[in-house]
């Protein structure tokens, strides 16, 4: 019969065995997953801060534009007319830039999602293992492309393209060419998050249809496209959110006159591109024009905000799962 030191010692090599280790390396161990749930913690407080600070400075700046006299917060949130650059007879009605902002967004929407999913399907359903992971590489290589070279890319071959070819109505700043250029930064997004969620369909799904007489395209269409639908909503939301928030292309093609207009071949101004102006420009750190660019950050911020909650909604109601 063993006795208590040959117990002892079995006991203490199964521990370290099953990786418990000695006492010393236990308190070590205990050490280094506090200190890593330590940063951790760290992180994500860190990003709840830094949200919250971004947020009190709109909140702060934006209160004091809408307290100087040259400012009506009733013009500014109802008024039809931007044109800060007057003097002192400014006007400060917000609904040109946020127009022209939509406008923008929805032609870059109308080309990228359609086109976005579509490829997603191809490269999901159709495509041979070599040409996925050739084209999706590629495609993924556009969402590192700096914006400005959008931007130059819609001055120099779409915009002319357009007068070309469409219409002469389109000059060389104009809603078209700019969003036509968010549209193809923003596809990769859409093409990669939407192939990532038609992949992650269950192989059962397909072999379910196939098994009572689907073709492939019905496969695709009615049976793999619906089961993904959060997925494709969520590529959809980030792209548009994208859109939304993007400066350097609508800044350079877009062009700098705010209005109230549904025309492509117009020329527009974005919040974003008006943020730039002001930023990039000569006006003065306390003057209205200045602290304007303050007031329309913080309707971009509520109007992606916003979004983002409509978004999450919609997640809820078409999320899918599976056992």
């Known amino acids: 019969m063993p006795d208590a030191h040959s117990v002892t010692r079995a006991a203490r090599a199964a521990s370290v065995a099953l990786g418990r280790g000695t006492p010393r390396s236990a308190r070590?161990?205990?050490?280094?997953?506090?200190?890593?749930?330590?940063?951790?913690?760290?992180?994500?407080?860190?990003?709840?801060?830094?949200?919250?600070?971004?947020?009190?400075?709109?909140?702060?700046?934006?209160?004091?534009?809408?307290?100087?006299?040259?400012?009506?917060?009733?013009?500014?949130?109802?008024?039809?007319?931007?044109?800060?650059?007057?003097?002192?007879?400014?006007?400060?009605g917000v609904w040109p830039l946020v127009c022209g902002t939509l406008l923008v967004t929805a032609i870059a929407a109308a080309f990228a999602l359609p086109v976005g999913l579509i490829t997603a399907i191809?490269?999901?359903?159709?495509?041979?293992?070599?040409?996925?992971?050739?084209?999706?590489?590629?495609?993924?290589?556009?969402?590192?492309?700096?914006?400005?070279?959008?931007?130059?890319?819609?001055?120099?071959?779409?915009?002319?393209?357009?007068?070309?070819?469409?219409s002469e109505r389109f000059s060389?700043?104009?809603?078209?060419?700019?969003?036509?250029?968010?549209g193809i930064m923003i596809l990769p997004i859409v093409a990669s998050l939407s192939e990532d969620a038609l992949r992650a369909v269950p192989r059962g799904l397909r072999d379910a249809a196939a098994a009572l007489g689907s073709t492939r395209f019905d496969t695709s269409v009615k049976v793999v496209v619906p089961a993904a639908l959060s997925g494709i909503m969520a590529s959809w939301l980030l792209a548009i959110t994208r859109a939304i928030g993007e400066t350097m292309i609508v800044a350079l093609a877009a062009g700098g006159m705010a209005r109230m207009t549904i025309?492509?071949?117009?020329?527009?101004?974005?919040?974003?591109?008006?943020?730039?102006?002001?930023?990039?420009?000569?006006?003065?750190?306390?003057?209205?024009?200045?602290?304007?660019?303050?007031?329309?950050?913080?309707?971009?911020?509520?109007?992606?905000?916003?979004?983002?909650?409509?978004?999450?909604?919609?997640?809820?109601a078409f999320r899918e799962e599976y056992d």
Request: hydrophobic share 50%.
């Open 28 to 92: 070590v161990r205990e050490v280094r997953e506090r200190a890593i749930r330590a940063s951790l913690v760290a992180c994500a407080t860190l990003s709840v801060v830094t949200t919250f600070a971004i947020l009190g400075i709109l909140l702060v700046e934006t209160g004091q534009f809408l307290s100087m006299p040259e400012v009506s917060v009733t013009e500014f949130l109802t008024g039809t007319t931007w044109a800060p650059l007057l003097g002192g007879k400014g006007q400060f």
């Open 122 to 166: 191809y490269l999901s359903e159709y495509a041979a293992p070599r040409v996925r992971a050739t084209v999706k590489p590629v495609l993924e290589v556009l969402a590192g492309i700096p914006t400005v070279v959008y931007g130059f890319f819609a001055l120099s071959v779409i915009t002319p393209f357009l007068h070309d070819h469409v």
């Open 172 to 182: 060389t700043f104009n809603a078209l060419g700019a969003g036509l250029a968010v």
């Open 263 to 316: 025309d492509p071949a117009a020329e527009v101004q974005t919040m974003t591109a008006w943020m730039v102006q002001m930023f990039g420009g000569d006006a003065q750190a306390t003057g209205v024009e200045y602290r304007s660019s303050y007031a329309v950050a913080a309707v971009l911020f509520a109007i992606t905000l916003g979004l983002t909650m409509v978004g999450n909604l919609i997640l809820r």
